[in-house]
């Protein structure tokens, strides 16, 4: 099969596995989701927490898949000539198959993992290292148990450079993951009280991020947020594992990849940085501050690993906000159009401000006034009232008019709200909706956001089904 991801002998091979039916010579990608599944793809039939992938074989195969990659003893369950792989367990086949890849590949690996901006970073990287060379990265935020040996099997033989994202919520998560990926350069973007409530400290937070050094290859580099403040338990912890060199990235005067001076536009962002010696200026396809402190530790990667960083700086100006992660979209409405800011893919303390700021930094018409509408930030332990309620300060100061809340956590915020600034509270964000949808007038802007159990996502798409937007949300390019 020309171009061929994998050839069937050696992905058999790589998995010890047995292989039945009329299989083809080679297979064009891999998926463990039927919906989505691409012609003479390999399907992996993983055992999930809800789903068993079994049950969805046929459909895979009856969708054009190649072959499908079962359990042995769930062999049976399919006829005779089906084409099928057959390993002892399927998620570890997908485990075999992505050592197989990375063994057999040339590529510098570059591993993300942070509490906040992984996918943008990542996404930021591929946009980065793609003029230098064949570029692989991870897809959407793949970055747990199967979402990491997914994407790490899925390098083509040929990339360059390789980006793989690493998320965890428990300890001892991202240990196995890096290992598994071995990176050349490892970047933690920052420690914030995410998922606090499975850790209850930030230093233990940070202990759990750090698990990334003890992957990076012999000669490799971590590269840190020198202004987060469990900096120096990650270069300590950075140091223990024996990394070879590492550096520092934000605007402390110490910092390797230091910021100079930045200027934040309404939809980009200018940027002076000096760049492991190097003076680099260069713009952001989009705005934030956040997204500028996320382009040095970008920049320091890619001049770690020997790509040509001004290629890389020049880059940058196509970066785009992805959907949930800062995408704009334009709301018609009588008498003008309103500014619509999706954030709703997820929330947490540190994020949360973030976006506040580019609400702030949003333009609003003669009359129109800054939205936000809130949902709750979960996994935030016994201090969820309080970092909830503390998004006041982050609201005031960044003359946010109107907020909306959903939820029972953000009812701590609405409480801290001056009267005036209270749009409309509801315990879910279905009921909710309406009050957000006939609030909104020409001149707005408006930002929604929330855990991705707070449910802000369909708040965003009744606003644009509403007012159905002639400019499309941005497609993603990802915070």
């Known amino acids: 099969m020309s171009g061929a991801l994998w050839t069937v002998e050696a992905m058999a091979a790589a998995m010890r596995a047995e292989r039945h039916g009329a299989l083809p010579s080679g297979i064009a990608g891999l998926s463990i989701d039927t919906r989505t599944i691409k012609a003479g793809a390999a399907f992996f039939a993983i055992q999930g927490d809800v789903r068993d992938g079994h ?40 485990r075999d198959l992505a050592r197989a890849a990375r063994s057999r590949s040339a590529a510098k690996f570059i591993g993300v993992t942070g509490s906040v901006g992984k996918t943008g970073t990542k996404e930021a990287l591929r946009l980065a290292l793609t003029p230098e060379g064949e570029t692989h990265a991870s897809a959407a935020s793949y970055n ?18 390789a980006v793989l994202e690493m998320g965890m919520n428990h300890a001892g998560e991202i240990s196995p993951l890096t290992k598994l990926v071995r990176p050349h350069v490892a970047i933690v973007t920052t420690v914030e009280p995410v998922h606090l409530e499975f850790f209850g400290t930030l230093s233990k937070i940070a202990d759990a991020k750090a698990e990334i050094f003890e992957g990076i290859e012999p000669g490799g580099a971590a590269v840190i947020n020198r202004d987060n403040s469990q900096f120096s338990r990650l270069q300590k912890a950075a140091k223990a594992a024996n990394v070879s060199r590492i550096v520092s ?30 003076d680099v200026t260069y713009k952001l396809g989009a705005p934030g501050r956040h997204l500028v402190m996320n382009s040095l530790s970008v920049l320091a990667a890619v001049a770690l690993t020997g790509a040509d960083l001004a290629l890389a700086a020049l880059a940058l100006a196509n970066l785009a ?14 008498g003008g159009t309103a500014l619509l800011i999706d954030e709703s893919y997820n929330a947490n303390p540190a994020s949360m401000r973030a976006a506040m700021a580019l609400l702030g930094q949003a333009p609003v018409g003669p009359r129109g006034r800054r939205i936000a509408v809130l949902g709750d930030m979960l996994e935030l332990g016994a201090k969820g009232s309080e970092l909830h309620r503390g998004l006041s300060e ?18 701590s915020l609405w409480n801290a709200l001056p009267s005036e600034r209270r749009g409309g509270y509801a315990e879910t964000s279905a009921a909710l909706e309406a009050e957000v949808l006939g609030a909104v007038r020409a001149g707005d802007a408006v930002m929604v956001k929330g855990s991705l159990g707070s449910k802000m996502g369909p708040i965003v798409k009744s606003l644009i089904r509403q007012y159905s937007s002639n400019s499309a949300v941005a497609a993603p390019a990802q915070g």
């Open 249 to 278: 990235f934000g605007e402390h005067a110490k910092a390797e990849a230091r910021l100079i001076k930045y200027a934040l536009q309404a939809d980009s962002s200018t940027v002076q940085a000096r760049i492991l010696g190097t």
């Open 144 to 161: 747990n148990h199967w979402g990491v040996p997914l994407s790490l099997a899925r390098c083509p033989a040929s990339a360059s450079f």
């Open 394 to 411: 982050a609201v005031a100061a960044n003359a946010v008019d109107l907020v909306f809340c959903s939820g029972p956590l953000m009812h």
């Open 55 to 94: 049950d969805f074989v046929q459909a895979a195969l009856q969708a054009g898949a190649g072959l499908a990659v079962v359990a042995k003893n769930k062999r049976s369950d399919f006829g005779a000539d089906a084409p099928l792989i057959a390993v002892d367990d399927v998620l570890e086949g997908l």
């Open 321 to 334: 906000p992805a959907t949930g992660r800062g995408a704009r979209a334009t709301l018609n409405l009588p």
